[in-house]
């Protein structure tokens, strides 16, 4: 195995002072060669036990270590060198005692500060490799640079540069499932070489290896430390700590023995390496960090892909539930607005005042009225005085019960109401009493049921004969209960009132507005005019518009209801997604104690995470708003009223998304705030 290993120096561009560390320690090139990289005085480590009870691990530790050394820490189980290679690594801190980084004390550290050293100073072997077990070696190698910012392609030229000088070059597509114990340790060597390795912490770097991979290990150390690199092992084995060239010998958290070779020369360019370390920081561009947590979010989500399905499953049903309803909901509020609309939204009614008492007061609604206000009363288009009733219509030997309306010659304008075939009757004909009538359509399709033409023929009405003259074209279903329109009989004003209803006087008057902008001044015009025109108020106005904003108003009222139905299902998805992520988070736990071995700050998993639950949110909203989309055109192909407009499928994707982020946000903060020494010792 080749021990040519490259030093993986950081480059010194692109830097900038970041944390809260004091930076003014090192002014000149010799003063990191003056003191030690790292120096413990009275360091202690005191934990308290589920009883209460108190473990000291350390016991006022006074430790120096000079850049290159070659360092083994030995003891026997418990005697505190694990404990001391966690506060050395950063990955845990001195309940007492000060520890100098390079003259720096890092109680002057922060959580990102703490986490850059990690990065940049450290890098870890440990005796269980630690490695991610669904990457693959070079995917593991470059975990560190991901969180030091290099770019893809630079860390890719690193990562397998490394591997290839430790004989990996062909094992970089493997994962660690698929490699021996003395592989898995190369590639946990060269993960902490790849940011530089100015330290490695090694934790019984040979424990789990067969002793041909031990030998092959130690070696690798031992060149590392030619090289400048300082090394510290931990070991409880004798015989490995030989190897190194100093021996710190460990018992009940103190200090017995401190043995010393000749040190070795350290090569001139270690310590201006070193220096530049410390003097610097890398940047890291803010979208390229968040593009990394996406990319390590998709991996994570196809590697465990039965629990995304079930995450996505409750934002699926979500948002499909909100797109679905929300297009019921517009198209049954648009079905009423336009049935509502079809009697025309430009009308005013003219209706006798109510009695008290009386079910239907009298009516003093004139015909000469309705002349009148055409010509009084601005904004008016026409009038359509009207008197209603229900009589048996019959042709020959078929009889059939039907609406018969008296009305005047301009009903097809007023109500937009063409016809099919033949004529309206004229205001001659109402003059004169003509007998002649007009049927809609499904009056016609019942009393001429073989399809034969009714034109020129002649009904009974009361016995009475009146001709047909002309047949409506279909109108459909109308008002609020959506009752057939053409059901209905038409017969000249005059004609009816006198012949058939017996009354001169009309049961309403419409009056058709022509700007409807004005149609509430129009109103109040009418009041006037008619209440002059009277002498007293003796009717009572309908304003179509009125209606009309009622409706819409209940309309958007049953959508919102709709839509609350949904949004309490995507509300229960988003609870899904909290869930899995718990779970999740206590699944990784040793995966996030990894990556902040190796570096990764408390930003940086908390993006993952948070990332994670973004991605599968914005996925399932993906798929919920195609079933969404899919239910609502399956609904229409049944008849049920569909309308699908871009916002409530914009809304439903982002609150889909926006799901992701409010309840994946816990977990995420959770992850990001681990012990790293706790989440490293989950198994």
């Given at each position: 195995?080749?021990?040519?290993?490259?030093?993986?120096g950081m480059p010194g561009s692109a830097r900038r002072p970041e944390g809260r560390a004091n930076q003014a320690a090192y002014n000149t090139a010799d003063d990191?060669?003056?003191?030690?990289?790292?120096?413990?005085?009275?360091?202690?480590?005191?934990?308290?036990?589920?009883?209460?009870?108190?473990?000291?691990?350390?016991?006022?530790?006074?430790?120096?270590?000079?850049?290159?050394?070659?360092?083994?820490?030995?003891?026997?189980?418990?005697?505190?060198?694990?404990?001391?290679?966690?506060?050395?690594?950063?990955?845990?801190?001195?309940?007492?005692?000060?520890?100098?980084?390079?003259?720096?004390?890092?109680?002057?550290?922060?959580?990102?500060?703490?986490?850059?050293?990690?990065?940049?100073?450290?890098?870890?072997?440990?005796?269980?490799?630690?490695?991610?077990?669904?990457?693959?070696?070079?995917?593991?190698?470059?975990?560190?640079?991901?969180?030091?910012?290099?770019?893809?392609?630079?860390?890719?030229?690193?990562?397998?540069?490394?591997?290839?000088?430790?004989?990996?070059?062909?094992?970089?597509?493997?994962?660690?499932?698929?490699?021996?114990?003395?592989?898995?340790?190369?590639?946990?060597?060269?993960?902490?070489?790849?940011?530089?390795?100015?330290?490695?912490?090694?934790?019984?770097?040979?424990?789990?290896?067969?002793?041909?991979?031990?030998?092959?290990?130690?070696?690798?150390?031992?060149?590392?430390?030619?090289?400048?690199?300082?090394?510290?092992?931990?070991?409880?084995?004798?015989?490995?700590?030989?190897?190194?060239?100093?021996?710190?010998?460990?018992?009940?958290?103190?200090?017995?023995?401190?043995?010393?070779?000749?040190?070795?020369?350290?090569?001139?360019?270690?310590?201006?390496?070193?220096?530049?370390?410390?003097?610097?920081?890398?940047?890291?561009?803010?979208?390229?960090?968040?593009?990394?947590?996406?990319?390590?979010?998709?991996?994570?989500?196809?590697?465990?892909?039965?629990?995304?399905?079930?995450?996505?499953?409750?934002?699926?049903?979500?948002?499909?539930?909100?797109?679905?309803?929300?297009?019921?909901?517009?198209?049954?509020?648009?079905?009423?607005?336009?049935?509502?609309?079809?009697?025309?939204?430009?009308?005013?009614?003219?209706?006798?005042?109510?009695?008290?008492?009386?079910?239907?007061?009298?009516?003093?609604?004139?015909?000469?009225?309705?002349?009148?206000?055409?010509?009084?009363?601005?904004?008016?288009?026409?009038?359509?005085?009207?008197?209603?009733?229900?009589?048996?219509?019959?042709?020959?030997?078929?009889?059939?019960?039907?609406?018969?309306?008296?009305?005047?010659?301009?009903?097809?304008?007023?109500?937009?109401?063409?016809?099919?075939?033949?004529?309206?009757?004229?205001?001659?004909?109402?003059?004169?009493?003509?007998?002649?009538?007009?049927?809609?359509?499904?009056?016609?399709?019942?009393?001429?049921?073989?399809?034969?033409?009714?034109?020129?023929?002649?009904?009974l009405i009361r016995n009475i004969p009146f001709q047909i003259i002309g047949v409506l074209t279909r109108k459909g279903g109308g008002g609020f209960n959506g009752?057939?329109?053409?059901?209905?009989?038409?017969?000249?004003?005059?004609?009816?009132?006198?012949?058939?209803?017996?009354?001169?006087?009309?049961?309403?008057?419409?009056?058709?507005?022509?700007?409807?902008?004005?149609?509430?001044?129009?109103?109040?015009?009418?009041?006037?005019?008619?209440?002059?025109?009277?002498?007293?108020?003796?009717?009572?106005?309908?304003?179509?518009?009125?209606?009309?904003?009622?409706?819409?108003?209940?309309?958007?009222?049953?959508?919102?209801?709709?839509?609350?139905?949904?949004?309490?299902?995507?509300?229960?998805?988003?609870?899904?997604?909290?869930?899995?992520?718990?779970?999740?988070?206590?699944?990784?736990?040793?995966?996030?104690?990894?990556?902040?071995?190796?570096?990764?700050?408390?930003?940086?998993?908390?993006?993952?995470?948070?990332?994670?639950?973004?991605?599968?949110?914005?996925?399932?909203?993906?798929?919920?708003?195609?079933?969404?989309?899919?239910?609502?055109?399956?609904?229409?192909?049944?008849?049920?009223?569909?309308?699908?407009?871009?916002?409530?499928?914009?809304?439903?994707?982002?609150?889909?998304?926006?799901?992701?982020?409010?309840?994946?946000?816990?977990?995420?903060?959770?992850?990001?705030?681990?012990?790293?020494?706790?989440?490293?010792?989950?198994?």
């Open positions: 195995m080749s021990t040519a290993i490259l030093d993986g990191i060669n003056q003191i030690p990289i790292i120096e413990l005085r009275g360091i202690r480590r005191t934990f308290i036990t589920g009883g209460g009870v108190e473990v000291h691990a350390l016991r006022g530790i006074d430790l120096k270590i000079h850049v290159g050394e070659f360092v083994a820490i030995v003891g026997q189980s418990g005697s505190g060198k694990s404990t001391m290679m966690n506060i050395l690594g950063c990955l845990d801190k001195p309940t007492a005692g000060t520890y100098l980084f390079g003259g720096r004390d890092i109680r002057d550290f922060g959580p990102d500060d703490l986490a850059w050293l990690r990065r940049e100073a450290f890098g870890f072997v440990f005796q269980s490799y630690n490695l991610l077990p669904h990457s693959t070696a070079l995917e593991n190698v470059e975990i560190p640079a991901i969180y030091a910012g290099l770019s893809g392609s630079e860390r890719r030229i690193k990562a397998e540069a490394l591997l290839t000088s430790l004989g990996l070059g062909d094992r970089m597509d493997h994962r660690p499932s698929q490699l021996s114990g003395g592989q898995q340790q190369r590639v946990s060597i060269a993960r902490a070489m790849i940011n530089g390795g100015n330290i490695i912490l090694a934790d019984e770097p040979t424990g789990a290896l067969d002793s041909k991979s031990g030998v092959e290990v130690i070696n690798l150390l031992k060149s590392l430390a030619r090289q400048g690199h300082t090394v510290i092992i931990i070991t409880h084995d004798p015989k490995l700590a030989e190897n190194a060239d100093r021996i710190i010998e460990f018992s009940d958290g103190e200090v017995v023995k401190d043995r010393h070779r000749e040190r070795p020369d350290v090569p001139h360019d270690s310590n201006s390496k070193l220096r530049e370390m410390l003097m610097s920081r890398r940047v890291t561009s803010p979208l390229a960090s968040v593009g990394e947590a996406i990319r390590m979010a998709l991996r994570s989500l196809t590697a465990n892909l039965f629990r995304t399905v079930l995450t996505l499953l409750g934002i699926v049903i979500g948002v499909a539930s909100v797109v679905a309803m929300l297009a019921i909901g517009e198209g049954a509020g648009d079905m009423i607005v336009e049935r509502i609309s079809s009697i025309g939204t430009n009308m005013l009614t003219l209706q006798p005042a109510r009695v008290e008492g009386r079910r239907n007061a009298p009516s003093t609604l004139t015909f000469e009225d309705a002349d009148a206000i055409t010509e009084g009363v601005p904004n008016v288009l026409g009038t359509l005085p009207e008197i209603q009733g229900n009589y048996t219509v019959r042709f020959g030997r078929q009889d059939y019960s039907t609406n018969v309306t008296a009305n005047s010659e301009n009903m097809p304008d007023i109500r937009s109401w063409p016809l099919a075939r033949g004529i309206y009757f004229t205001r001659e004909d109402s003059d004169t009493y003509a007998s002649v009538a007009v049927l809609g359509a499904t009056v016609a399709n019942e009393m001429f049921p073989d399809g034969s033409d009714p034109l020129g023929e002649y009904i009752a057939d329109q053409d059901d209905a009989v038409f017969v000249p004003l005059q004609t009816g009132a006198l012949r058939l209803f017996g009354t001169r006087v009309a049961r309403s008057i419409s009056v058709a507005v022509a700007d409807i902008e004005q149609i509430n001044m129009t109103e109040a015009n009418l009041v006037e005019f008619m209440t002059v025109r009277h002498g007293t108020q003796d009717f009572r106005v309908f304003n179509s518009a009125e209606l009309l904003d009622t409706v819409s108003a209940s309309k958007d009222i049953f959508t919102m209801l709709l839509g609350s139905i949904g949004a309490i299902s995507l509300l229960v998805g988003g609870i899904g997604v909290m869930n899995i992520m718990l779970v999740s988070v206590t699944e990784r736990t040793r995966e996030i104690g990894i990556r902040m071995a190796t570096g990764a700050r408390q930003s940086d998993i908390l993006s993952q995470f948070l990332s994670e639950a973004i991605v599968v949110s914005a996925l399932g909203g993906v798929i919920g708003v195609a079933a969404g989309v899919g239910i609502g055109l399956l609904l229409a192909q049944v008849g049920a009223p569909i309308k699908f407009t871009t916002s409530p499928i914009v809304m439903a994707f982002c609150c889909s998304a926006g799901t992701g982020l409010v309840f994946g946000f816990m977990p995420a903060r959770k992850a990001a705030r681990m012990d790293p020494v706790q989440a490293l010792a989950n198994e």
